[in-house]
């Protein structure tokens, strides 16, 4: 499974929105199905893609098969976006530095009358 074929899989809107659903807990395919809104063979298609690349597991449940989020690819991609989350941190706390030292400057323009009720 490489990263590409992880991204490639998450591109799809429908796919992600499987991924949300697991997120909360296992899910037959009819849940998913019902969920979604997707045909039963469409959503086939998209789990086989999210199977394929390690994303999910399934397991059979008499009649039923049940789909589980696979944590060690969300966990390899959490990895591969830490430098990334470090970046856009530093830059939240940079702007939220400049934003209290805007708030603390005085103001040039003169203060409004409050309305009167």
């Known amino acids: 499974m490489s990263d ?12 992600r929105a499987i991924v949300e659903l697991l997120l909360e807990r296992p899910r037959a395919v009819g849940e998913i199905v019902e969920a979604c809104g997707l045909s039963q063979p469409s959503t086939s298609k998209h789990l086989r893609v999210l199977r394929d690349t ?11 098969r049940v789909y589980a989020l696979e944590p060690a690819p969300i966990a390899a991609l959490d990895a591969w976006l830490t430098p990334y989350r470090k970046l ?30």
């Open 4 to 15: 590409d074929s992880l991204w490639a899989a998450l591109a799809d809107p429908h796919r």
């Open 54 to 64: 390690g994303l999910v597991r399934v397991r059979q449940d008499a009649q039923r």
């Open 88 to 117: 856009w941190n530093e830059s939240l706390d940079a702007l939220g530095r400049r934003l209290d030292e805007a708030a603390r400057e005085p103001s040039d323009e003169p203060e409004q009358p409050s309305p009167k009720d």
